[in-house]
């Protein structure tokens, strides 16, 4: 098999890091570590205490949990947590599309989304 290219990532290796403003990521701003745990009282604390290892499928219960308080109507076993974009994308077109749905993607966007 030999995919396409994706054309964003091929711009970002060409732009991301050289262009004076970029206004295309979905990223937030860039910060260090310290600028952010900052943010939040005894992060360190919690930091050091952060299992870095592997965690079940849906995400790491503890996650999920504290995702769901932020809903009225959903607990933690109906959310599942991606580690990003493309992961959420493939999960969404191989469990709610079937063959010969149709379905409109904005563009520009993550190529995986049109291909």
């Known amino acids: 098999m030999q995919p ?3 054309k964003l990532e091929r ?7 050289t262009a004076r403003h970029l206004l295309c990521s979905s990223d937030p701003e ?3 570590i310290g600028e952010l745990l ?6 360190i604390d919690g930091l050091r ?3 870095l290892g592997y965690t079940e499928y849906p995400g790491a219960p ?4 504290e995702l769901a308080t932020l809903y009225e109507n959903i607990d933690a076993d109906e959310i599942i947590v991606h ?3 493309q992961e959420a994308i493939y999960s969404f077109m191989n469990t ?6 149709h379905m409109i993607v904005h563009m520009p966007g993550y190529q995986s989304h049109y291909t």
């Open 30 to 32: 860039s910060m260090s």
């Open 38 to 43: 900052a943010y939040e009282p005894d992060s």
């Open 96 to 101: 709610m599309l079937a063959p010969g749905d």
């Open 83 to 85: 580690t990003g974009a």
């Open 49 to 51: 205490d952060t299992w």
């Open 4 to 6: 396409n290219p994706f």
């Open 62 to 65: 503890a996650l999920r949990r």
């Open 11 to 17: 711009y970002f290796s060409q732009h991301e890091f």
